[in-house]
């Protein structure tokens, strides 16, 4: 199946050709029928599924085909929740990328960061909502947000944010949205704290499970070196020399040691970053 059957407008396929994207993804092509049908949705799948284009471009059809632009970007017409802001970000960024060619105007409400640009943000007025729960929950307390316009709400790693303690503000925030909305819900696992929560915010649903087409433990090639801590560095210096390796990720023990270590392959000529709980958002961000 290509992207061109899945019924989706020509604005949504153009933005599909530019990022290279031919095939859906096992959960998109389950996911977007049902969506697109006006159909809740509980969606079991792995982080790295492809899910976020799964329930964002079906959105981003709805929104098109029943609104247009006579919005007017005046009400939050759709909100998605998400556990971390570094998730939130990368979902709003999603929404950009799928809707470049359509006239939809796409926020996100995090914390970490100035609250009075947000505000300012929402002042002008956005279609399409992303947000972590403790912002959005101030937000709503001071009056900033409105969502009893919301058409479509998405919960995004249900397990993962009951898991973080949100389960309070997931049902604050779900008592607050109009009864007559479409819903959709995606999890990694399904806890009973999770199978509860649908009960509660899904209306006759679809479930799709969608496996990894590879485990992971199969997918990763996984070597173990064996050094004493004084030959640490040179060792990931000989690692990170491959020219294979255009990207990597290292973990150190401690925040310290993450900083002592970027500085030390940074003098020794590779590009690097650090990024860790001492970090602002801002810096996280840029990293």
Known sequence: MSFNQLQLCPQLLKALEEQG?????????????????????LGCAQTGSGKTA??????????????????????ILTLILTPTRELAIQIYD???????????????????????????????????????????????????????????????????????GFINDVRKIGAKLRAERQTLMFSATMPNDVVKLVQTLLKDYVRIDVSPETPTVEAIEQRVYYVDTAHK??????????????????????????????????KDGVSALAIHGNKSQNARQSA
């Open 94 to 164: 999603s929404f950009r990328v799928y809707g470049r060619h359509l006239p939809l105007r796409c926020g996100v409400v995090v914390g970490g960061v100035s609250q009075k640009q947000q505000e300012l943000m929402l002042a002008k007025g956005v279609d399409i909502l992303v947000a972590t729960p403790g912002r959005l929950c101030d937000l709503m307390d001071q009056g900033v947000i409105n969502l009893n316009s919301v058409e479509f709400f998405v919960l995004d790693e249900a397990d993962r944010m009951l898991d973080m």
């Open 21 to 41: 994207y031919e095939v859906p993804s096992q959960i998109q092509e389950k996911a977007i029928p049902e969506v697109l049908a006006g159909r809740d949705l």
């Open 233 to 266: 560095k040179d060792l990931l210096l000989d690692i990170l020399a491959d020219e294979n390796i255009r990207q990597a990720l290292v973990f150190t023990r401690t925040k310290h040691g993450a900083d002592l270590l970027t500085k030390q392959l940074v």
């Open 54 to 75: 799964a329930f964002a471009l079906p959105i981003l059809q709805l929104l098109w085909s029943k609104f247009g632009t006579a919005n007017n970007h005046s009400k």
